[in-house]
């Protein structure tokens, strides 16, 4: 009797982050992010309970938490303490 084995699918997520709007940035000025959250998952597993944390900001919004394989889900920081302007949303020191 042959036997197929079908290698269990892996949960796995990329996040890309971007400024908003292109730079170049002075001091003073605030910077918004966007996270981008993929699921690329081998499988067909929906992926729940997501949540993105940056170090740099107290705060990221996201509509949703709940990915299925492939789509994109975005979150925006909508912080606007003071960091250097690559690290997130906030005001450039």
């Given at each position: 009797m042959p036997v197929t084995?079908?290698?269990?699918?892996?949960?796995s997520l990329s996040l890309a982050k971007?400024?908003?709007t292109q730079g170049p940035f002075e001091v003073g000025d605030?910077?918004?992010?966007v996270y981008t959250v993929t699921?690329?998952?081998?499988?067909?597993?929906?992926?729940?309970d997501?949540?993105?944390?940056d170090d740099l900001v107290s705060q990221v919004?996201?509509?949703?938490?709940?990915?299925?394989?492939?789509p994109r889900h975005?979150?925006?920081?909508?912080?606007?303490?003071a960091h250097p302007a690559v690290q997130?949303?906030?005001?450039v020191p």
């Open positions: 084995v079908v290698p269990p699918a892996e949960s971007r400024a908003e605030q910077v918004t992010y699921n690329t998952n081998t499988g067909t597993t929906t992926l729940t997501i949540t993105v944390a919004t996201c509509d949703e938490t709940t990915l299925a394989p492939g975005h979150h925006r920081d909508q912080e606007g303490q997130g949303v906030r005001r």
